[in-house]
């Protein structure tokens, strides 16, 4: 399976000194097996953070700790990250 995706460097709107790496997931994967693409639609397992697929290990009340998987957790193929260069820019 292949986890294309484009990293963009934001202004953070809630201070202006500062920026933040949104990780997108580009909408032509091609999911290894239907029980992940299903997974993946109720349960978003994308993190934008570190552009990786993750699951949920703890949630506290600072927020949650997420462990990056490497391999489909239903049919165990590897998943292969791929940085795409974004063509456009965004402010």
């Known amino acids: 399976m292949d986890a294309n995706y484009t990293k963009i460097t934001r202004p953070d709107?809630?201070?202006?000194?500062?920026?933040?790496?949104?990780?997108?997931?580009l909408k032509d994967v091609a999911f290894c097996c239907?029980?992940?693409?299903?997974?993946?639609?109720?349960?978003?397992?994308?993190?934008?953070?570190?552009?990786?697929?993750?699951?949920?290990?703890?949630?506290?009340?600072?927020?949650?700790?997420?462990?990056?998987?490497n391999y489909c957790p239903f049919c165990g193929k590897k998943i292969k990250y791929k940085e795409i260069k974004s063509k456009t820019r965004t402010h």
Do not use: A, H, M
């Open 34 to 69: 239907e029980q992940f693409r299903e997974f993946s639609k109720k349960f978003p397992s994308w993190s934008y953070e570190q552009g990786r697929f993750t699951i949920v290990d703890q949630i506290t009340y600072d927020g949650q700790t997420q462990i990056v998987i």
């Open 13 to 25: 709107p809630s201070s202006p000194s500062n920026t933040y790496t949104d990780c997108t997931l």
